[in-house]
């Protein structure tokens, strides 16, 4: 890929932002709130089973009601 489509799509993205992110359209390249999730969920989970626990207990204690956004971003963070 050459150095100036890469900047075009860059910048595509900069002045478009709206049309790109946290947005779930099926027939539209975008990054969703739900791929953003998933990300930071997979993270978590790979972190976790990597220090030795069972999925099953990551599940289990991960996606309970108390999930937030911020609980995602702070493990992430830290």
């Known amino acids: 890929m050459h150095e100036a489509m890469v900047e075009e799509m860059a910048e595509e993205i900069r002045t478009n932002n709206d049309k790109y992110f946290l947005h779930d359209v099926p027939d539209a390249h975008s990054f969703g709130i739900l791929d953003l999730y998933g990300d930071l969920d997979a993270f978590y989970i790979l972190k976790k089973i990597g220090n030795g ?3 099953s207990t990551v599940m289990k204690n991960y996606f309970t009601t108390n999930l937030t ?3 995602r971003a702070k493990f992430f963070v830290e």
């Open 53 to 55: 626990a069972t999925i």
């Open 69 to 71: 956004d911020a609980l």
